[in-house]
């Protein structure tokens, strides 16, 4: 029995090794066994196809500088063995895609790229993570044969972890940051790209800020509390009995569910980037995952241990101990202890006083000892070689796209992350989340959609698929002043919401609740200081006054208003009433100071008379009130009687505004159907590869320009026509005439050459004439200026002599160059060919 549960054991662990396989991974507790398996799968594997015709040489041979670094990096590799043979190969010099040896260092080509979304960190990180396509390691525990330059990997849009890190470390360096690529070790799911168990970045709530405490000098005691003690203690004893019992069933759930520890764990190779804090401002030293472009801190435990770090300047080895991953690590690289660096100066290679003792022990030893140290001379004088790579360019229209394909889709945890590139789909759509109830992707609870460049200037969009709601999200701008809109269906009558841009809107409207039966809308920033009207709504066949046939019927109208201070409380109304079907108007206003109670006014309507020529008037049977805080009647009659007037004119007006309100919902509602019926996109009149019409306008431009410039500078070119004309000369020349046009245009060249220097001359003799003057006048009347009259004098005089001094300048210039630009002109004259044949040239 013994032997047959051995066996199954085998099997099921035979089926992990297969599972694991199919994945690109391979699961051995025999290291030698996976690593001789995966060096079969390695000679298998495609290869990239490249055209190295079209390469540079730099691609394809070493400057005698590289082949110098190369054989640097040779003996620094042997040191490095001699002192640490326990530890595994450095990443120095891999081949490139020509089969050449490049060291790491010179791959790193920094480059600032001219998109304003790139100048930062966290833009660039994004940008590599999803437009290129993530290739697992040949082998997860050794180091890649080649490394491709950064140019191939944009060219073939995908690459393993060490081609994402370069390309990343070469745009943050070219945009300023201190970044370096890494080469370690992670854990499983890092180095494949494996988000299932992680959070969806957009579901992670931001961090709460803690709120201070207002700390009050009178505080109310608090209530006794009169429960038993002793309950309590056998409740709270029932509930952790509970409690445990759940979190064993949790645990047993777990363990039972759980695979075994991952026999790689600490031993899968990683390549990701670093970012020291210092350059662009950045206040703490982090780490880059290139496949997903997020940030982690440096104490993350998804990051086991590194070997070394480069960058475009220097190669650094990581001396630390990382049996605790990188938690403990100082990121010093001045530290000599802790970083063992390659080519430097300041920091040669040290040894600790044990090891030089050790070293000491035999001849052989002081051999090598010796050999180290010539070894540091020659690295002491040695400067990185530029590097070996072509200029990284991304053209506008693979940075709009993006996306391998233009779509890219990641699992979460419990969610489906599918994103786009811009004018992909017809209806704008560039990003969508699907959040589900269970690992299993099927049970879908919501969806959340973004959308761009729509002429409705729709952004977003949300579907919960347990209520049915959906909720719109509209940039300002938009015609009906809308920002967002949740419904069912867009059909009247089945409840909406719609917020609007308040500050947009005249009536100041923020939000608008209509249902079937009911309607509530809230205003802000009103000079009348309303904020809310309700308004309940009657059944079709119910008799209640209407002013449009077919709208709803109007049974109660209930408006609330904010406190106005320029009025007194008793008459600052906040509550009004309109009793449609029972007539009556109902007004309660502001709480006064120190009161409980609030003032209130009840108004009834009179009946109707026969009579035209009997007025109604106000009654103390038609309108009841209740003045807090006095035992004495209100105002007149005569007063209640006007107020009575102006509530039933502002009654039919709210009417009427509460009929707009649901005209208005009716049209919008037709305008949203119109718009999802047609969606349009709009394109940047900027955008001359999407905007045909504004991309023929500007054709067409460039060529009236270049027709019109070609015509000015033949005009120009023409510099003999008004000597030809004045001479009477039209087609053909004879000597005679030649030599006259030659004579008369260098003539004219002299004097204006001469009359240019005169200007000059006379411009710097008033100059100097005006500041002997203002000389002249602060020697005679120096003794009653102030302070500030002199200092003003001084920055006059400083003023002259600064101009004067530049016509002096000015002035020799065009002495000095008068000769020769006549001689320049003279010998045009000869080239001209409609001289040169009479000039004897």
Same mark, same amino acid.
């Given at each position: 029995?013994?032997?047959?549960?051995?066996?199954?054991?085998?099997?099921?662990?035979?089926?992990?090794?297969?599972?694991?396989?199919?994945?690109?991974?391979?699961?051995?507790?025999?290291?030698?066994?996976?690593?001789?398996?995966?060096?079969?799968?390695?000679?298998?594997?495609?290869?990239?196809?490249?055209?190295?015709?079209?390469?540079?040489?730099?691609?394809?041979?070493?400057?005698?500088?590289?082949?110098?670094?190369?054989?640097?990096?040779?003996?620094?590799?042997?040191? =490095?063995?001699?002192?640490?043979?326990?530890? +595994?190969?450095?990443?120095?010099?891999?081949?490139?895609?020509? !089969?050449?040896?490049?060291?790491?260092?010179?791959?790193?080509?920094?480059?600032?790229?001219?998109?304003?979304?790139?100048?930062?960190?966290?833009?660039?990180?994004?940008?590599?993570?999803?437009?290129?396509?993530?290739?697992?390691?040949?082998?997860?525990?050794?180091?890649?044969?080649?490394?491709?330059?950064?140019?191939?990997?944009?060219?073939?849009?995908?690459?393993?972890?060490?081609?994402?890190?370069?390309?990343?470390?070469?745009?943050?360096?070219?945009?300023?940051?201190?970044?370096?690529?890494?080469? !370690?070790?992670?854990?499983? *799911?890092?180095?494949?790209?494996? *988000?299932?168990?992680?959070?969806?970045?957009?579901?992670?709530?931001?961090?709460?800020?803690?709120?201070?405490?207002?700390?009050?000098?009178?505080?109310? &005691?608090?209530?006794?509390?009169?429960?038993?003690?002793?309950?309590?203690?056998?409740?709270?004893?029932?509930?952790?009995?509970?409690?445990?019992?759940?979190?064993?069933?949790?645990?047993?759930? +777990?363990?039972?569910? %759980?695979?075994?520890?991952?026999?790689?764990?600490?031993?899968?190779?990683?390549?990701?980037?670093?970012?020291?804090?210092?350059?662009?401002?950045?206040?703490?030293?982090?780490?880059?995952?290139?496949?997903?472009?997020?940030?982690?801190?440096?104490?993350?435990?998804?990051?086991?241990?590194?070997?070394?770090?480069?960058?475009?300047?220097?190669?650094?080895?990581?001396?630390?101990?990382?049996?605790?991953?990188?938690?403990?690590?100082?990121?010093?690289?001045?530290?000599?202890?802790?970083?063992?660096?390659?080519?430097?100066?300041?920091?040669?290679?040290?040894?600790?006083?044990?090891?030089?003792?050790?070293?000491?022990?035999?001849?052989?030893?002081? +051999?090598?000892?010796?050999?180290?140290?010539?070894?540091?001379?020659?690295?002491?004088?040695?400067?990185?070689?530029?590097?070996?790579?072509?200029?990284?360019?991304?053209?506008?229209?693979?940075?709009?796209?993006?996306?391998?394909?233009?779509?890219?889709?990641?699992?979460?945890?419990?969610?489906?992350?599918?994103?786009?590139?811009?004018?992909?789909?017809?209806?704008?759509?560039?990003?969508?989340?699907?959040?589900?109830?269970?690992?299993?992707?099927?049970?879908?609870?919501?969806?959340?959609?973004?959308?761009?460049?729509?002429?409705?200037?729709?952004?977003?969009?949300?579907?919960?698929?347990?209520?049915?709601?959906?909720?719109? =999200?509209?940039?300002?701008?938009?015609?009906?002043?809308?920002?967002?809109?949740?419904?069912?269906?867009?059909?009247?009558?089945?409840?909406?919401?719609?917020?609007?841009?308040?500050?947009?809107?005249?009536?100041?409207?923020?939000?608008?609740?209509?249902?079937?039966?009911?309607?509530?809308?809230?205003?802000?920033?009103?000079?009348?200081?309303?904020?809310?009207?309700?308004?309940?709504?009657?059944?079709?066949?119910?008799?209640?006054?209407?002013?449009?046939?077919?709208?709803?019927?109007?049974?109660?109208?209930?408006?609330?208003?904010?406190?106005?201070? *320029?009025?007194?409380?008793?008459?600052?109304?906040?509550?009004?009433?309109?009793?449609?079907?029972?007539?009556?108007?109902?007004?309660?206003?502001?709480?006064?100071?120190?009161?409980?109670?609030?003032?209130?006014?009840?108004?009834?309507?009179?009946?109707?008379?026969?009579?035209?020529?009997?007025?109604?008037?106000?009654?103390?049977?038609?309108?009841?009130?209740?003045?807090? !805080?006095?035992?004495?009647?209100?105002?007149?009659?005569?007063?209640?009687?006007?107020?009575?007037?102006?509530?039933?004119?502002?009654?039919?007006?709210?009417?009427?505004?509460?009929?707009?309100?649901?005209?208005?919902?009716?049209?919008?509602?037709?305008?949203?159907?119109?718009?999802?019926?047609?969606?349009?996109?709009?394109?940047?009149?900027?955008?001359?590869?999407?905007?045909?019409?504004?991309?023929?306008?500007?054709?067409?431009?460039?060529?009236?320009? &270049?027709? %019109?410039?070609?015509?000015? +500078?033949?005009?120009?070119?023409?510099?003999?026509?008004?000597?030809?004309?004045?001479?009477?000369?039209?087609?053909?020349?004879?000597?005679?005439?030649?030599?006259?046009?030659?004579?008369?245009?260098?003539?004219?060249?002299?004097?204006?050459?001469?009359?240019?220097?005169?200007?000059?001359?006379?411009?710097?003799? %008033?100059?100097?004439?005006?500041?002997? %003057?203002?000389?002249?006048?602060?020697?005679?009347?120096?003794?009653?200026?102030?302070?500030?009259?002199?200092?003003?004098?001084?920055?006059?005089?400083?003023?002259?002599?600064?101009?004067?001094?530049?016509?002096?300048?000015?002035?020799?210039?065009?002495?000095?160059?008068?000769?020769?630009?006549?001689?320049?002109?003279?010998?045009?004259?000869?080239?001209?060919?409609?001289?040169?044949?009479?000039?004897?040239?």
């Amino acid at each position: 029995r013994g032997g047959r549960m051995d066996t199954l054991e085998e099997k099921e662990e035979d089926e992990q090794r297969v599972e694991e396989k199919l994945k690109g991974l391979a699961v051995s507790g025999d290291l030698q066994h996976v690593e001789t398996k995966v060096t079969v799968e390695q000679d298998c594997a495609p290869k990239h196809s490249i055209d190295m015709s079209q390469l540079p040489s730099s691609y394809k041979t070493n400057s005698p500088k590289e082949k110098q670094l190369l054989h640097i990096a040779d003996n620094f590799l042997q040191q =490095y063995i001699h002192l640490c043979p326990d530890r +595994k190969p450095l990443f120095l010099h891999p081949v490139n895609e020509c !089969g050449v040896e490049k060291f790491v260092s010179t791959t790193v080509r920094p480059t600032l790229l001219p998109y304003t979304e790139l100048y930062y960190w966290d833009g660039c990180a994004r940008f590599i993570s999803d437009y290129l396509v993530m290739e697992p390691l040949e082998c997860p525990i050794t180091l890649p044969s080649s490394l491709y330059s950064p140019t191939t990997t944009l060219k073939h849009r995908r690459g393993n972890c060490f081609d994402f890190s370069f390309l990343l470390c070469s745009m943050l360096i070219g945009a300023g940051y201190d970044a370096y690529c890494v080469q !370690g070790y992670a854990t499983l *799911e890092t180095c494949t790209l494996d *988000e299932t168990q992680e959070l969806c970045p957009l579901l992670r709530k931001p961090p709460e800020v803690p709120k201070e405490e207002v700390k009050k000098k009178y505080r109310i &005691k608090p209530v006794p509390d009169m429960q038993s003690k002793f309950e309590l203690q056998q409740e709270a004893k029932k509930a952790a009995a509970i409690e445990a019992a759940q979190k064993d069933k949790e645990r047993d759930k +777990k363990e039972a569910g %759980k695979l075994k520890r991952e026999p790689l764990h600490g031993l899968r190779v990683h390549a990701w980037v670093l970012v020291l804090s210092g350059k662009r401002e950045v206040p703490e030293t982090f780490f880059i995952n290139p496949f997903t472009g997020n940030r982690h801190n440096t104490t993350d435990k998804r990051f086991l241990g590194i070997e070394s770090i480069w960058n475009h300047r220097n190669y650094w080895v990581n001396m630390q101990d990382c049996r605790h991953g990188c938690k403990d690590l100082s990121f010093d690289l001045g530290d000599a202890i802790h970083w063992e660096i390659m080519l430097s100066e300041s920091n040669p290679l040290q040894l600790l006083p044990e090891e030089e003792e050790e070293l000491f022990d035999s001849d052989t030893k002081c +051999k090598s000892l010796l050999m180290c140290h010539q070894e540091r001379e020659k690295r002491m004088s040695f400067d990185m070689p530029p590097s070996w790579v072509a200029p990284i360019r991304i053209s506008p229209r693979e940075f709009e796209t993006r996306y391998f394909q233009g779509k890219k889709l990641t699992l979460y945890n419990k969610a489906k992350l599918e994103k786009w590139a811009p004018y992909l789909n017809g209806n704008g759509l560039v990003q969508r989340l699907t959040t589900y109830a269970g690992p299993d992707y099927t049970d879908v609870v919501d969806v959340r959609e973004w959308f761009e460049n729509r002429e409705d200037i729709l952004v977003g969009r949300e579907v919960n698929k347990q209520t049915q709601l959906t909720t719109d =999200y509209f940039n300002k701008g938009h015609s009906l002043c809308l920002k967002a809109h949740t419904y069912t269906s867009l059909e009247p009558k089945t409840g909406h919401t719609m917020e609007f841009y308040n500050e947009a809107r005249v009536d100041g409207l923020q939000k608008r609740i209509e249902t079937a039966s009911e309607m509530t809308e809230y205003f802000m920033g009103r000079d009348d200081f309303l904020y809310l009207r309700h308004v309940d709504f009657g059944k079709q066949g119910e008799k209640t006054q209407r002013i449009d046939m077919n709208s709803q019927p109007i049974v109660q109208i209930k408006e609330c208003f904010h406190r106005n201070p *320029e009025k007194a409380a008793d008459e600052d109304v906040a509550e009004c009433i309109f009793l449609i079907t029972e007539e009556d108007i109902h007004l309660t206003y502001h709480l006064k100071d120190k009161y409980i109670t609030a003032s209130k006014k009840l108004f009834h309507k009179l009946p109707e008379r026969t009579s035209k020529e009997h007025e109604d008037f106000m009654t103390p049977e038609t309108c009841i009130t209740y003045q807090a !805080g006095s035992f004495e009647k209100g105002k007149s009659l005569f007063h209640l009687n006007n107020l009575w007037k102006e509530l039933t004119a502002k009654e039919k007006r709210v009417k009427e505004q509460v009929q707009q309100s649901q005209a208005e919902v009716l049209t919008i509602l037709k305008i949203r159907q119109t718009e999802e019926a047609d969606i349009k996109l709009s394109v940047s009149i900027y955008n001359r590869e999407r905007n045909e019409e504004r991309r023929r306008q500007h054709e067409a431009m460039e060529s009236t320009m &270049k027709d %019109k410039l070609l015509g000015q +500078k033949e005009q120009d070119l023409d510099y003999l026509s008004p000597f030809l004309i004045r001479n009477g000369c039209r087609d053909k020349l004879n000597q005679e005439q030649a030599l006259r046009v030659r004579d008369d245009c260098l003539t004219d060249f002299k004097h204006h050459l001469t009359y240019k220097v005169n200007l000059i001359q006379a411009h710097l003799e %008033k100059a100097v004439e005006e500041l002997q %003057k203002r000389h002249l006048w602060f020697q005679e009347n120096k003794n009653q200026l102030s302070t500030k009259e002199k200092d003003d004098y001084l920055s006059s005089c400083s003023e002259s002599m600064f101009h004067i001094n530049l016509l002096e300048q000015r002035l020799n210039r065009e002495k000095r160059m008068a000769p020769q630009k006549y001689l320049a002109l003279e010998g045009k004259l000869r080239m001209d060919s409609r001289l040169a044949e009479h000039l004897g040239y």
